[in-house]
């Protein structure tokens, strides 16, 4: 690939501007990070899809690929938004990997079918938290389609993390509170 002098000029303003969005969060720099989390979350859906044994195994599956297939399309909607927005979001492994808060466990595997469920349930909790900041600073910036899009974003994980739940014998929220430390 041969990259001019105008191309670096291009990506060195961009990692400059990504700096400065993420010391005074804009609503493009918190989406960023959702859709860093959204393409982790895809692996792990992955994992749970493969992995999952035991007692309802074949519904599961069938839940698991339809959040699969959900969570590519809102990562495909998110970033279309964002370029319509005027914004570049992350589209390399490494920004994603820089940018994402959905942590890896590759012994999650090992796990029971109680355990995965879990741990998807916390995954779209700690989603969460990334969308409703960005949909305050959205609405700070007075990005309507943004906000409105994350709005549908979040009772989107709201219904699953109720499904989740409910599966588990829980309520909707029912041991899911997460520390937010960089809550101001």
Known sequence: MKLTAEIEAKYQAELK???IDHHKPTAGAMC???????????????QALWYLKGSGTIELQHF???LIAENRQQLDELGAILLDENELPPAT???YTQYTKISEEPRLKYQSVTAILDE????FTTA????????????????????NYLTQLRGYNNRKTR???AQLGKTAWEDLV????DED
């Open 178 to 181: 997460e520390v937010d430390d």
């Open 17 to 19: 501007q990504a700096d």
């Open 163 to 165: 499904l989740l739940q």
């Open 32 to 46: 960023g990070h959702i859709v860093a989390n959204l393409w982790y979350f895809d692996v792990k859906l992955h």
């Open 93 to 95: 492994v490494a920004e």
């Open 64 to 66: 698991y690929q339809e």
């Open 120 to 123: 998807t349930a916390h995954d």
């Open 128 to 147: 969460n938290m990334f969308i409703d900041r960005a949909i305050i600073l959205a609405q700070r910036e007075q990005r309507p389609v943004l906000a």
